[in-house]
């Protein structure tokens, strides 16, 4: 079913109106990438924390769905359509990244097949339309990386980070749980499966919280949770670590969680998905 662009338009907007905004200026938010019928709602508690009088310049960093890739990836396009309007890829920042030899370029076709990053356009495009000719995006295909790798590439964006004009919105859906996700962990001490869910995702975001990469990776190593967008998580982690390393303050809150449905036997599935915000003090 495709929107229209006043379908669309209509749609974020009613989800915006219902949350509040409490940690904004965000530097960074995590939101997921789902189709909008499950999780608008959950992605509007990230949105709305995003100030469109100081932000200038968009990273979106999105995990891989369809190809192998052990780097990330530039687009090789100059505008992405949404049906609100039309976004324009920053070509000078472009440059810089590719200049490091650290990218590689998305062929159109992965560009099109991956809903990582367009997922988040509409959004991007809704929050920023009070100042829709004054910025620009940068979106990244970000690889499975080697926790060393997600090192890098964290050093590399810190610099960005620091910058309170530039905004990451980082692209994940946390468990995704089920026969058909070959992933079926369950701690029956915290009663139903969609509570052993909950309990482990909350886990992880709670790591996140600490804005500490090591312990995100270990978390995943020792649970496996299905958590699509690790890789842009531990390379923000990584950034956010860089400037700490620098005497920056920040902290990171989630605002908002959801399951796609409620698991309760083994032939369920589902998809949950949270929202938060980096805050730099």
């Given at each position: 079913?495709?929107?229209?662009?006043?379908?669309?338009?209509?749609?974020?907007?009613?989800?915006?109106?219902?949350?509040?905004?409490?940690?904004?200026?965000?530097?960074?938010?995590?939101?997921?990438?789902?189709?909008?019928?499950?999780?608008?709602s959950c992605a509007a508690h990230a949105y709305k924390q995003v100030d469109p009088n100081i932000t200038?310049?968009?990273?979106?960093?999105?995990?891989?769905?369809?190809?192998?890739?052990?780097?990330?990836?530039?687009?090789?396009?100059?505008?992405?359509?949404?049906?609100?309007?039309?976004?324009?890829?920053?070509?000078?920042?472009?440059?810089?990244?590719?200049?490091?030899?650290?990218?590689?370029?998305?062929?159109?076709?992965?560009?099109?097949?991956?809903?990582?990053?367009?997922?988040?356009?509409?959004?991007?495009?809704?929050?920023?339309?009070?100042?829709?000719?004054?910025?620009?995006?940068?979106?990244?295909?970000?690889?499975?990386?080697?926790?060393?790798?997600?090192?890098?590439?964290?050093?590399?964006?810190?610099?960005?980070?620091?910058?309170?004009?530039?905004?990451?919105?980082?692209?994940?859906?946390?468990?995704?749980?089920?026969?058909?996700?070959?992933?079926?962990?369950?701690?029956?001490?915290?009663?139903?499966?969609?509570?052993?869910?909950?309990?482990?995702?909350?886990?992880?975001?709670?790591?996140?919280?600490?804005?500490?990469?090591?312990?995100?990776?270990?978390?995943?190593?020792?649970?496996?949770?299905?958590?699509?967008?690790?890789?842009?998580?531990?390379?923000?982690?990584?950034?956010?670590?860089?400037?700490?390393?620098?005497?920056?303050?920040?902290?990171?809150?989630?605002?908002?969680?959801?399951?796609?449905?409620?698991?309760?036997?083994?032939?369920?599935?589902?998809?949950?998905?949270?929202?938060?915000?980096?805050?730099?003090?």
């Amino acid at each position: 079913y495709l929107f229209t662009g006043p379908q669309l338009n209509a749609q974020l907007e009613g989800w915006l109106s219902q949350v509040q905004s409490t940690k904004r200026p965000a530097r960074a938010i995590i939101a997921p990438h789902a189709g909008y019928t499950y999780c608008g709602s959950c992605a509007a508690h990230a949105y709305k924390q995003v100030d469109p009088n100081i932000t200038r310049k968009i990273f979106i960093l999105g995990p891989s769905h369809h190809v192998p890739l052990s780097r990330c990836a530039l687009s090789s396009v100059d505008i992405y359509r949404t049906p609100l309007y039309d976004l324009r890829i920053d070509q000078k920042i472009y440059g810089e990244l590719w200049k490091t030899g650290m990218f590689e370029r998305m062929s159109l076709q992965t560009d099109e097949d991956e809903h990582s990053i367009e997922m988040h356009l509409p959004y991007t495009a809704k929050a920023m339309e009070s100042h829709k000719d004054e910025f620009t995006i940068i979106p990244v295909l970000v690889g499975a990386l080697s926790e060393s790798k997600e090192q890098e590439f964290g050093k590399l964006f810190s610099k960005y980070l620091a910058d309170p004009s530039n905004l990451f919105v980082v692209s994940s859906d946390f468990c995704h749980w089920g026969q058909r996700f070959r992933y079926s962990y369950y701690d029956e001490s915290q009663g139903e499966i969609y509570r052993s869910i909950e309990h482990l995702d909350k886990m992880g975001m709670s790591i996140i919280e600490q804005l500490d990469p090591v312990s995100f990776s270990n978390y995943l190593k020792k649970y496996h949770n299905t958590i699509c967008g690790r890789h842009p998580i531990g390379v923000l982690l990584n950034a956010i670590n860089e400037l700490q390393k620098n005497g920056m303050n920040m902290s990171f809150s989630f605002l908002n969680y959801a399951q796609s449905s409620q698991c309760r036997n083994w032939q369920d599935s589902s998809v949950s998905y949270a929202a938060g915000a980096l805050m730099v003090h």
